[in-house]
């Protein structure tokens, strides 16, 4: 009584290590605005969904190439979001044409 349950699981199928993430509250990325994003360490994928009407929505799977397993998230000052990897500190960019 009073417990929630979780909006996503994952199975140690999914991954071995997920680390959770951040909402992307930035303006540089309109398009992922509202998004949580969360990664494993251990497969490397990096994930997302929308929160809406108390549930998990239009999950997804992004490529981000070879930037290492990612171990943790942060946001700057002005809700531009990082994700932090063994090769180094990446921020979340909108994709060039």
Not at 13 to 23: K, M, R
Not at 65 to 86: P, Q
Request: net charge negative; glycine share 16%; aromatic share 12%.
């Amino acid at each position: 009584a009073g417990l929630v349950r979780p909006a996503v699981a994952a199975d140690h199928s999914a991954g071995w290590s997920v680390t959770g993430g951040e909402v992307y509250r930035g303006s540089r990325s309109p398009a992922i605005h509202g998004r949580y994003f969360h990664s494993d360490s251990g497969r490397g994928w990096l994930r997302s969904f929308q929160f809406e009407s108390g549930g998990a929505l239009d999950h997804q799977e992004w490529d981000v190439g070879a930037i290492g397993s990612v171990v943790s998230f942060g946001i700057d000052g002005t809700g531009e979001l990082y994700a932090l990897s063994r090769a180094g500190v990446y921020r979340f960019e909108p994709a060039t044409p």
